[in-house]
């Protein structure tokens, strides 16, 4: 079965730098991309960015580029999502989800909870 | 970017309700159509891509058509367990991008 488990919730305060992750388990993780989603409160989903474990290549939104940082260590199948610098606005439930051109965003994680508050 | 709308970006039905819900890209994606079902405090779940082929373990109450620029989601007979809200999104091209979503409540 395949499934992609996220770290745990995360309470941070602003400047402070963090770093969350995602791990697959029951199928090639070399093979699919992995993406990220953010949802703020109350909001609906948005696209961050896209990673293929392979080789590393990245793809952003042009509204998290250079905001966030994505990752990944193929030896223990995980993919990651890191700022350097939080805000108030970076509150919010980041996903990640596998992802291939032909079946996208197919398999997700349960999740995690940020927190960015003084 | 392509832009997703989605409409209505809310809406009331009953139980046993035939539900259809539009999304419309703002320019060509041939069929790189995905929706995805959310229900509150729960992942995204995916229920259909290529705008009309089903996820495995999706019934086949939910159907997706279009092409190009216009795309539903429709569910013939609606379920409590349906109840939650929609999103589409589009693969065609970088960045991908989510319609707002559709909420779908109890009448």
């Known amino acids: 079965e395949v499934q992609l488990v996220q770290s745990g919730a995360e309470v941070k305060k602003p400047g402070e730098s963090l770093k969350i992750s995602c791990k697959g388990f029951?199928?090639?993780?070399?093979?699919?991309?992995i993406g990220w989603v953010r949802q703020m409160p109350g909001k609906g989903l948005e696209w961050m960015g896209i990673?293929?474990?392979?080789?590393?290549?990245?793809r952003f939104s042009p509204s998290f580029q250079g905001q966030v940082t994505i990752s990944v260590d193929k030896s223990i199948n995980t993919a990651y999502l890191q700022w350097g610098s939080l805000k108030a606005s970076d509150t919010a439930m980041y996903y990640c989800?596998?992802?291939?051109?032909?079946?996208?965003?197919?398999?997700w994680g349960q999740g995690t909870l940020v927190t960015v508050s003084s | 970017d392509i832009q997703m709308t989605q409409s209505p970006s809310s809406l009331s039905a009953s139980v046993g309700d035939r539900v259809t819900i539009t999304c419309r890209a703002s320019?060509?994606?041939?069929?790189?159509l995905a929706w995805f079902q959310q229900k509150p405090g729960k992942a995204p779940k995916s229920l259909i891509y290529?705008?009309?082929t089903l996820h495995g373990g999706v019934p086949s109450k939910f159907s997706g058509s279009g092409s190009g620029t216009d795309f539903t989601l429709t569910i013939s007979s609606l379920q409590p367990e349906d109840f939650a809200t929609y999103y589409c999104?589009?693969?065609?091209?970088?960045?991908?991008?989510f319609g707002g979503g559709t909420k779908v409540e109890i009448k």
């Open positions: 290529d705008a009309s």
């Open positions: 990673i293929y474990p392979g080789d590393s290549h990245t």
């Open positions: 999104q589009q693969y065609n091209s970088y960045p991908l991008t």
């Open positions: 989800a596998r992802h291939s051109t032909s079946i996208p965003l197919d398999s």
């Open positions: 320019q060509g994606i041939s069929n790189y």
């Open positions: 029951g199928y090639s993780f070399a093979s699919y991309w």
